[in-house]
């Protein structure tokens, strides 16, 4: 394409276009004074215009291949390549009011120039023969809704030079108008006139007096939805205007001045079909159920009661296409302009809206449309939560090691003083006062580790005073760690605390625990698949198969929707007290946003986005969403072994550390005691 604005491109413009600056201008050409006529009346100044001409270089090729046997009938050069649409051109130029580019088909200039999106489309159709036109205006609309700039909601003028007319209805210029605004509705082109020189019997019906030396043309549109009950699948030509020539320079005139583009999207459909590309996928569509004659609908979901909420203020009547046939779900770029899955199906204008929880990608795609996006998602990682601690560890776990060694050395050392206390006593004192209780290293410790266990330590505690006071220090001692011991003991035996959690995406890359995403996540967030951040990522072949190693087996972590991962752990992964097995953290990967996909150009796009704001401004998706939720961990509720009442009973489990012990005890003695009767047998037989 190639963008002129009138003032300054002026010259560039002769010079591209190349033109004789000032040869006679064609100003018979009626059909030019009519779309001028057109767009001074229908377009406001500045407007833009895009003008092309029928792709019939593509049909004729196409031709040769596919219609090899037509061709005989319709004649090869039925397209003639006459000069009109530079005609055209340089008389809206000279109006010096709109901006124009021109569609040139050699693949140079495709970039999209203009800042914004066309006003108008000119289409001009050189061809005589009825198919070719019909061909042609469909090739090159399919190649200009390839680019970004495709504008399906501007206005379409399409030109009709060189047609035959015929007396026979089915070659009527109404008939022929059909056809072409047909191919214009696939893409949701619905402000389309079509400018075609009358039929003759048409022409009769004008009084004019002179009809065989001024020409008439004809202006056709339809009404998609017109009358009540029409839902845009008939096509059916009405003639809104006539443009009638004068002879000479003297600009022709509209017959009956009537709005060529009238609006024609009604508020209330009249229970039209609603078109809806989905598959089942919580929480956004759930539970696909059959109607007695084989039609699929779905009964809840965030994006399924979004979706009734359109079709209601609409009123129109919802119709399920089966998911997606080619297995694509939410769509693969398939390389050659076209994806699968449920974006393919609205690019191919198989169904109105998609809605089944799709992040945004209409930037990507041109032929798409979204709707507001009516949810944020954030990607996280789901990581494997922290395990508790071993019931085992909980009489060890209590003191830290260095609390044990300092307790270990001043039971050592106070028995130690204690020793040297009553040494002293003992050389002092006569032996009648002497204690014979402590007298003896083995003996001190003997009886202070009575006291740590809180058993009596001798039952004649000396009488002397600096004896007794290291005696007493040291109950005091003991009291006070024995019974903080207990105290947090017992709270380690009736719970015993979470080992370490994943708390970040450092963290978790160097945990040594396997990490990845689904293919179709990586597929979006392409940077997911980076080999330099990610070095040791690998794929888990389903959602499924990614949450079982997440949730049971604890050596994987992956990348994925909140929105669908809340809802999935809120179904199968939660525990009796009401925990998720699967754990997050506070970072988030991104954000992305749900949205509806529409084919560019969908009538209904505004409204639909308003009732969308309304939604959302009401909270509604919010509070579906927690619904959703809150059921589905209901319905899982209904298989917990809950205990009756708040208060849990201490069971063995609870107490595991202790019967370890005691077992360590019992085997100890038994060693002890099998040493001991041996050593004693040798003895006796010495
Ligand atoms: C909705 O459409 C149906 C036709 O299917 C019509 O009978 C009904 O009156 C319409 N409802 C409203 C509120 O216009
Ligand atoms: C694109 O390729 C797929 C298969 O790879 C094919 O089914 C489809 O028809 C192709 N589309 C076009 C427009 O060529």
């Avoid at 061809?127 to 399919?142: A, F, L, M, P, R």
């Avoid at 953290?585 to 954000?591: A, M, P």
Wanted: glycine share 6%; aromatic share 14%.
């Amino acid at each position: 394409m190639v963008v002129f604005s009138n003032s300054n491109l002026f010259f560039f413009f002769l010079a591209v276009i190349n033109i004789p600056l000032f040869t006679c201008k064609s100003v018979n050409n009626h059909k030019t004074q009519c779309l001028r006529r057109i767009a001074e009346q229908h377009f406001e100044q500045t407007s833009s215009f895009l003008v092309a001409k029928s792709n019939e270089d593509v049909y004729i090729n196409s031709k040769e291949n596919i219609f090899s046997e037509k061709s005989q009938s319709s004649d090869m050069s039925s397209c003639r390549n006459a000069e009109s649409l530079t005609v055209i051109l340089e008389d809206l130029f000279d109006t010096e009011k709109y901006s124009l580019a021109i569609w040139s088909n050699d693949g140079v200039h495709k970039k999209r120039i203009t800042g914004s999106k066309y006003d108008g489309y000119v289409i001009v159709s050189h061809c005589q023969h009825y198919d070719d036109v019909v061909e042609g205006i469909s090739n090159q609309v399919k190649e200009m809704r390839r680019y970004e700039d495709w504008n399906p909601r501007a206005k379409f003028i399409v030109i009709l030079t060189e047609i035959w007319t015929d007396a026979l209805e089915e070659y009527s210029t109404k008939k022929l108008s059909e056809r072409i605004l047909g191919v214009l509705w696939k893409w949701q082109v619905f402000n389309a006139i079509t400018v075609v020189e009358a039929d003759w019997q048409d022409s009769t019906n004008v009084q004019n007096t002179s009809v065989n030396s001024t020409p008439i043309f004809n202006v056709y549109t339809w009404f998609p939805y017109y009358p009540v009950g029409r839902c845009g699948d008939f096509v059916d030509a009405v003639l809104v205007d006539q443009w009638i020539g004068r002879p000479g320079d003297t600009d022709g005139y509209f017959l009956h001045s009537a709005t060529l583009f009238p609006p024609k999207i009604p508020k209330n459909f009249q229970g039209c079909p609603l078109r809806i590309s989905t598959f089942e996928y919580g929480p956004t569509v759930l539970e696909m159920k059959k109607n007695r004659d084989g039609s699929i609908y779905y009964d809840d979901g965030i994006d399924i009661k979004v979706m009734y909420e359109l079709a209601k203020s609409a009123n129109m009547t919802v119709v399920f296409r089966p998911p997606p046939p080619d297995n694509g779900l939410w769509g693969f770029d398939l390389g050659n302009g076209s994806w699968s899955g449920v974006p393919g199906e609205i690019m191919r204008g198989f169904s109105d809206l998609a809605v089944v929880g799709i992040w945004y990608k209409c930037d990507v795609i041109n032929e798409l449309d979204c709707l507001s996006p009516h949810i944020i998602d954030p990607v996280r990682w789901y990581v494997p939560c922290a395990k508790p601690y071993p019931r085992w560890m909980s009489i060890t776990r209590v003191f830290k090691v260095s609390l044990w060694l300092g307790f270990l050395v001043s039971y050592i050392i106070v028995a130690f003083i204690m020793w040297i206390v009553v040494k002293i006593s003992d050389m002092v004192l006569p032996e009648s006062l002497q204690n014979r209780a402590y007298n003896g290293l083995v003996k001190c410790f003997i009886n202070f580790w009575a006291i740590i266990l809180e058993e009596s330590a001798s039952n004649n505690p000396p009488h002397i005073a600096p004896i007794r006071s290291v005696f007493l220090a040291w109950v005091i001692y003991c009291w006070a760690v024995n019974t903080v011991y207990q105290t947090f003991l017992t709270s380690f035996l009736i719970d015993p605390g979470l080992q370490h959690q994943i708390s970040s995406e450092d963290e978790l890359l160097v945990s040594g625990i396997g990490y990845g995403a689904l293919s179709v996540t990586e597929e979006h967030l392409k940077f997911l698949g980076s080999k330099q951040r990610y070095p040791h990522r690998t794929n888990c072949p389903s959602l499924k198969d990614c949450l079982d190693s997440v949730a049971f087996k604890a050596d994987y972590a992956f990348a994925f929707s909140a929105v669908c991962t809340d809802y999935q752990i809120s179904v199968k992964y939660m525990e009796a007290s009401g925990d998720p097995i699967i754990c997050i953290f506070d970072e988030v990967i991104c954000n992305q946003l749900i949205t509806i996909p529409v084919m560019k150009g969908y009538p209904k796009k505004e409204h639909f986005n308003q009732v969308l704001r309304r939604v959302l401004e009401a909270g509604l998706t919010d509070k579906w969403f927690n619904d959703i939720k809150y059921m589905a961990t209901l319905k899982l509720a209904k298989d917990f072994e809950l205990p009756p009442g708040e208060y849990i009973k201490l069971s063995l489990k609870h107490l595991q550390s202790a019967f370890y012990f005691l077992i360590i005890g019992y085997i100890c003695s038994i060693c002890t005691f099998i040493v001991e009767f041996g050593y004693g047998r040798r003895q006796r037989r010495i």
